[in-house]
């Protein structure tokens, strides 16, 4: 499976709208980019995915790039409670759930 | 509502102690992952099964075991436990990459 970079941390206050960035320049045609977010002392959960066009859900707006080397995860007016690390993560859709973790970036939420 | 179900929520083992993490899955799904964190790595996959009475190698297997008797329940074994496997464990289930649940995780420290 393809690699992604993300920022290690980002910071952010309430009712702001932050921008993710992941990148994923040796993404392959099949692969699908999926957004997993991870809060303290619990294991990680589904935020969103998609494959060439934007997509959006009650969670997030994911935005991704025409040439798919890079995508963006867009959360809307945050909350403390979006306080989490987010992980960005390339896997085929449908296919074995062997997701590839990495540190993802740590998302802090100021009151 | 999909649920993953760990046991114990922390444990403490002794080095050379024979050491089992349970899990237990609710949603039906035909594949189980076992993953360990440790500060400064994302989750790495340990062991994966496909159903009742598989078992995979993930990428770090070496002082595990896995064992799936059943579909519900996906057990990972340390034999000889060291004071390297202290981690938090995180199980899984999920039938593909957008349908992966989490548990809550297992503390694990080995004295």
């Known amino acids: 499976d393809a690699k992604t970079t993300q920022p290690d941390s980002m910071e952010s206050t309430e009712g702001e709208t932050v921008h993710l960035p992941c990148s994923h320049a040796?993404?392959?045609?099949?692969?699908?980019i999926y957004w997993y977010r991870q809060v303290p002392l619990q294991g990680p959960e589904y935020v969103t995915h998609?494959?060439?066009q934007n997509t959006t859900n009650s969670m997030a707006f994911l935005a991704i790039a025409s040439d798919r080397k890079s995508s963006t995860l867009i959360l809307p007016h945050v909350s403390l409670r979006d306080a989490a690390v987010y992980h960005c993560i390339l896997a085929n859709q449908g296919g074995s759930a062997k997701l590839i973790f990495g540190e993802g970036t740590k998302l802090t939420v100021s009151s | 509502e999909a649920a993953v179900t760990q046991s114990p929520r922390n444990k403490v083992a002794v080095t050379g102690g024979k050491v089992t993490l349970s899990c237990n899955q609710t949603?039906?799904?035909?594949?189980m992952y076992w993953y360990r964190q440790d500060t400064g790595h994302g989750l790495r996959l340990i062991h994966y099964s496909y159903g009742a009475g598989s078992t995979e190698k993930g990428d770090i297997p070496d002082g595990y075991k896995a064992s799936r008797p059943s579909q519900e329940n996906f057990s990972l074994i340390l034999e000889l436990a060291t004071p390297s496997q202290t981690s938090v464990y995180f199980c899984?289930?999920?039938?593909?990459?957008?349908?992966?649940?989490f548990g809550s995780g297992t503390r694990l420290t080995v004295l």
């Open positions: 998609g494959l060439q």
């Open positions: 040796t993404i392959s045609g099949n692969e699908y």
């Open positions: 899984a289930s999920g039938n593909s990459a957008e349908t992966l649940y």
């Open positions: 949603n039906n799904h035909n594949n």
